[in-house]
């Protein structure tokens, strides 16, 4: 597991239409048409309804995203790019890595390699399908809850994508530069789609918007054109659209596996699209499609996706320095501060907890959160998370074992706690997870911290110190010192990368037999 954190955070048409790849600087030409339109009243400034359509004939949306994914490539990608889509890949590896003997890692692991294949599952030295591959291995880059984050109206992890595009990569022989354009791809769609839309009001859970960001990923390694690159997000979305009871009341082991099922069926999706299938359409649009169905109407301008010269949301996201949910990121070095200055936790009367709605929402408005049974719950729990942080120092994956959690010093701490939104903290957007947390002393004297940002967030992002370091902590000594300085290495070189599956293989951490 990674070592304990040292910072301290601030205080205070139709689809199946073929549709030809369109050039960034034709987009930004039409986008002017259009903003010229709506200037003059003859165009909408929202997604309509299918009765409401006007007459004006306006491209799909997942046309345009197709477009958007076909035109980019890994020269379009700056090298501050290129080095923050390297740091997430080793970071998302060492969180599988260190995942690696969970028991539902395990499970995922074992159902994926009884189909042979030519995708790595990574820790071993065997192979499966390439969406199968995509599952298992985005299920240990997912379980710990300690792979990167981004926020936007709700919280994700975009690093859940990289698995799947490792092993499409793989499985196509594609080159460590094509690999970068399309984990930018798969980035870059889901957290714009993540701004843009609101999946939260109607009960549907965060990986329903990775099915088009990983079809297209997807496709893209696949070397789809923009015609078949709509059908793998028409194919990736109709069928596949999860609910929202995975995040809520006692959490399961789904929690941490849902992004890398939607990871495997959009991987399938690009698999059929790429045989000659199609799929519903217009799938965001349509009478029946997603607008109308899940998030309600929207606009969203492809024209200003991250490209060359328009910096990429990647950029946006954070690396988590504990594992465990984001919006308690804040709250663990708040709460380590102010234990640090009260000295005595015996003298702490009561502890107010203040966060953002969502931060509520998620992890502290239900009963279950206040008495966690299980792992998944414990990882989901503030007033949990923060009072282990306030006796331990640090969170760590040790943090959720069912003693930690079954603790009865930490059950009746908690019992001190009262979380509630602030609409202050609420109304701060961008990256930012505020949280504040003020102890109560028993001489009635208040000492509290409020944090903005945990190290590894946009504001105060890793170096490769700092990576290396996390990475090092969650391999732990499953490698001698000398490899994994090895592995780093290769990884560092990812873009002059050719041979995929040999870089892969380096991480086998059982032979071949097992």
């Given amino acids: 597991?990674?070592?304990?954190?040292?910072?301290?955070?601030?205080?205070?048409?139709?689809?199946a239409t073929p549709v030809r790849p369109v050039s960034f600087a034709r987009r930004r030409a039409m986008a002017?048409?259009?903003?010229?339109?709506?200037?003059?009243?003859?165009?909408?400034?929202?997604?309509?309804?299918?009765?409401?359509?006007?007459?004006?004939?306006?491209?799909?949306?997942?046309?345009?995203?197709?477009?958007?994914?076909?035109?980019?490539?890994?020269?379009?990608?700056?090298?501050?790019?290129?080095?923050?889509?390297?740091?997430?890949?080793?970071?998302?590896?060492?969180?599988?890595?260190?995942?690696?003997?969970?028991?539902?890692?395990?499970?995922?692991?074992?159902?994926?390699?009884?189909v042979p294949g030519r995708a790595t599952v990574i820790g071993t030295a065997r192979k499966t399908s390439a969406d199968l591959a995509s599952f298992a291995n985005g299920a240990a880059f997912r379980y710990l809850d300690f792979n990167d984050?981004?926020?936007g109206r709700f919280a994700i992890h975009p690093s859940d994508h990289i698995a799947a595009c490792l092993a499409v990569a793989e499985t196509e022989r594609a080159s460590g530069k094509e690999l970068i354009a399309a984990i930018i791809v798969a980035y870059e769609v889901n957290c714009r789609l993540v701004d843009a839309l609101d999946i939260s009001t109607r009960g549907w859970?965060?990986?329903?918007?990775?099915?088009?960001?990983?079809?297209?990923?997807?496709?893209?390694?696949?070397?789809?054109?923009?015609?078949?690159?709509?059908?793998?997000?028409?194919?990736?979305?109709?069928?596949?659209?999860?609910?929202?009871?995975?995040?809520?009341?006692?959490?399961?082991?789904?929690?941490?596996?849902?992004?890398?099922?939607?990871?495997?069926?959009?991987?399938?999706?690009?698999m059929l699209a790429r045989g000659g299938l199609t799929g519903p359409a217009p799938i965001f649009e349509g009478q029946s499609g997603f607008f109308r169905q899940v998030t309600g109407s929207a606009s969203i301008d492809t024209g200003l996706f991250g490209r060359r010269g328009v910096p990429f949301r990647i950029h946006q996201c954070a690396l988590k320095p504990y594992p465990a949910v984001i919006y308690s990121q804040t709250a663990i070095v708040a709460g380590i501060e102010v234990a640090k200055e009260v000295g005595s936790l015996d003298r702490i009367a009561a502890i107010e907890i203040a966060t953002t709605k969502r931060g509520y929402q998620r992890t502290a408005s239900e009963p279950e959160k206040w008495s966690p049974k299980?792992?998944?719950?414990?990882?989901?729990?503030?007033p949990y998370i923060t009072a282990?942080?306030?006796?331990?120092?640090?969170?760590?994956n040790e943090s959720?074992?069912?003693h930690m959690y079954r603790d009865p010093r930490i059950l009746a701490f908690m019992q001190k706690i009262k979380v509630s939104e602030d609409s202050v903290l609420t109304a701060r957007v961008g990256a930012a997870v505020p949280t504040r947390v003020t102890a109560i002393l028993d001489d009635g004297r208040r000492i509290s911290r409020e944090v903005d940002f945990a190290p590894g967030f946009p504001g105060r992002p890793m170096n490769r110190a700092e990576v290396?370091?996390?990475?090092?902590?969650?391999?732990?000594?499953?490698?001698?010192?000398?490899?994994?300085?090895?592995?780093?290495?290769?990884?560092?070189?990812?873009?002059?990368?050719?041979?995929?599956?040999?870089?892969?293989?380096?991480?086998?951490?059982?032979?071949?037999?097992?």
């Avoid at 282990?388 to 760590?396: C, E, L, N, Q, V």
């Avoid at 994994?484 to 071949?512: K, M």
């Fill in 374 to 382: 299980t792992r998944d719950t414990a990882d989901h729990s503030l």
């Fill in 1 to 15: 597991m990674m070592q304990r954190a040292k910072a301290a955070g601030r205080t205070a048409p139709h689809a």
């Fill in 400 to 402: 959720f074992a069912p």
């Fill in 205 to 270: 859970d965060p990986p329903v918007l990775s099915l088009p960001a990983v079809a297209l990923a997807a496709g893209k390694l696949m070397k789809l054109g923009p015609d078949r690159l709509t059908q793998a997000v028409n194919l990736a979305i109709n069928d596949h659209i999860p609910m929202a009871q995975t995040r809520v009341q006692t959490l399961s082991d789904w929690k941490g596996l849902a992004d890398a099922e939607a990871g495997r069926n959009a991987v399938f999706a690009a």
């Fill in 149 to 151: 984050t981004y926020v």
């Fill in 32 to 114: 002017g048409t259009a903003a010229a339109l709506c200037l003059a009243g003859l165009m909408p400034r929202r997604v309509l309804a299918a009765s409401e359509a006007p007459d004006l004939p306006v491209q799909p949306l997942a046309d345009r995203l197709a477009a958007y994914a076909a035109g980019l490539s890994f020269e379009d990608l700056d090298s501050a790019t290129v080095e923050r889509v390297k740091t997430h890949v080793i970071d998302a590896i060492g969180c599988g890595i260190g995942a690696f003997d969970e028991r539902p890692v395990q499970i995922c692991r074992d159902v994926a390699l009884a």
């Fill in 388 to 396: 282990r942080a306030m006796f331990d120092g640090d969170i760590t």
């Fill in 468 to 514: 290396e370091r996390k990475f090092r902590g969650n391999i732990g000594k499953r490698w001698p010192e000398a490899r994994t300085n090895a592995i780093l290495e290769a990884l560092w070189a990812l873009d002059r990368t050719d041979d995929l599956a040999a870089l892969l293989g380096r991480l086998a951490l059982q032979p071949a037999d097992k």
